[in-house]
C-alpha cells in the first residue's frame, strides 16, 4: 500500500470515527468512537439509576434518625454520594464488561488505546476526573446556593468551569473527555454476539474475522477445553482464556472476551473440520498440522 493510499483509508475510516488498531504482528483491527450522543444517554441512565440509589439512602437516614436539616446529615449525605458515584464508575468498567449499566444499554465500553487490558489505575484515573470535571463543582455550588454562601458570579464561573470540561469531548475527534486523555481509553461501540445453545450454530454476524495463521496454532483438545470455557460462562475463565490466546497469536484487546473467545471458537472449529475432510487430524497445539 502506497503512502498516498494509506493516508486516504486513514483519512476516510477517520471520518466514520473507526480507529485501526496494528497489532505487534500486523493485525488491522478496527474500533467505532462512540458518540456524543451515546454517552450523554449512557450518563444520563447512570445518574438516574444512582440518584435513585441515594433517594433510598436519604430515606434509610432518616430511618435511623438522622436530622433532615442538620450539618452532619448534610456532611454524611455528601460522602455517601461521593462514595456511591466513585464505586458505581469504577467499579462496574473494572467488570468484564468494561462498562456501567447506562453504557450496557447504550452498547458502548471503555478500552484502552493501547490494546491491553483496562487497569484499575486507567480507571481510577478517567472517573476522577469527571469528579473534577462535574460533580464536585456542582455540589459544592449547589450547598453555597442553599445557604446563600455564594454570589451569582461565582455560581456562573463553576457552571462555566463544568460545562467547559464535560463538553471537551465535543471538540476532539476520539470524543475523548478529559479523563480519557489522561487516562488513556477512548470509549467504543460494544461488539455483542448472543452464545446460541449450541455454540457452533452458523457462522453468519461474527464479530471479527481470524487468519489461517491465527487459528493453526490449536488442536481439537484445546478447542474442546474452549468449548468447555464457552459452555461454563464464568466470566474469570474466560478471561483468563481470552488472554492467553490473544497473547498466542498477537491480537489486542479490542472486545469483550466472550464475542472473542466464540469467534475464535466457531472459525477453530470450521479449519479442523476441513482439514478432516483431507485426512489431516490435528490433536492439539504440539501436534503438527
Not at 27 to 38: N, R
Not at 93 to 120: F, H, N, Q, Y
Amino acid at each position: 500500500m502506497t503512502a498516498a493510499a494509506a493516508n486516504a483509508k486513514s483519512r476516510a475510516a477517520r471520518a466514520k470515527k473507526i480507529r485501526q488498531f496494528i497489532t505487534p504482528e500486523g493485525v488491522d483491527l478496527e474500533l467505532k468512537i462512540a458518540g456524543s450522543g451515546l454517552r450523554f444517554g449512557a450518563l444520563l441512565i447512570d445518574l438516574m439509576l444512582i440518584a435513585f440509589a441515594l433517594f433510598l439512602f436519604s430515606l434509610a437516614m432518616l430511618w435511623v434518625g438522622f436530622a433532615a436539616q442538620s450539618d452532619v446529615t448534610v456532611v454524611v449525605w455528601m460522602l455517601g454520594a461521593f462514595v456511591l458515584r466513585t464505586f458505581w464508575f469504577v467499579g462496574f468498567e473494572l467488570g468484564s464488561r468494561a462498562a456501567t449499566p447506562g453504557k450496557r444499554i447504550m452498547g458502548i465500553r471503555v478500552v484502552a488505546r493501547d490494546g491491553g487490558r483496562l487497569t484499575a489505575d486507567a480507571v481510577v484515573a478517567r472517573n476522577l476526573i469527571r469528579e473534577l470535571e462535574l460533580f464536585l463543582p456542582l455540589m459544592m455550588l449547589g450547598v453555597g446556593a442553599s445557604d446563600d454562601m455564594v454570589s451569582g458570579w461565582t455560581m456562573a464561573a463553576g457552571i462555566l468551569w463544568s460545562l467547559t470540561l464535560s463538553l471537551f469531548l465535543l471538540f476532539n475527534r476520539d470524543r475523548m473527555r478529559m479523563g480519557d486523555l489522561i487516562a488513556g481509553t477512548w470509549v467504543v461501540m460494544a461488539q455483542r454476539v448472543k452464545l446460541d445453545a449450541d455454540i457452533a450454530t452458523g457462522t453468519a454476524g461474527e464479530a471479527m474475522l481470524f487468519s489461517e495463521s491465527e487459528l493453526a496454532v490449536y488442536g481439537i483438545f484445546e478447542l474442546q477445553e474452549l468449548e468447555r470455557v464457552l459452555r461454563g460462562n464464568d466470566p474469570r475463565a474466560m478471561r483468563e482464556v481470552a488472554d492467553a490466546i490473544r497473547a498466542k497469536i498477537g491480537r489486542a484487546i479490542a472486545e469483550e472476551d466472550d464475542v472473542f473467545l466464540l469467534s475464535y471458537y466457531r472459525q477453530l472449529k470450521a479449519r479442523l473440520e476441513r482439514k478432516l475432510l483431507f485426512g489431516k487430524r490435528r490433536e492439539d497445539k504440539y501436534a503438527s498440522d
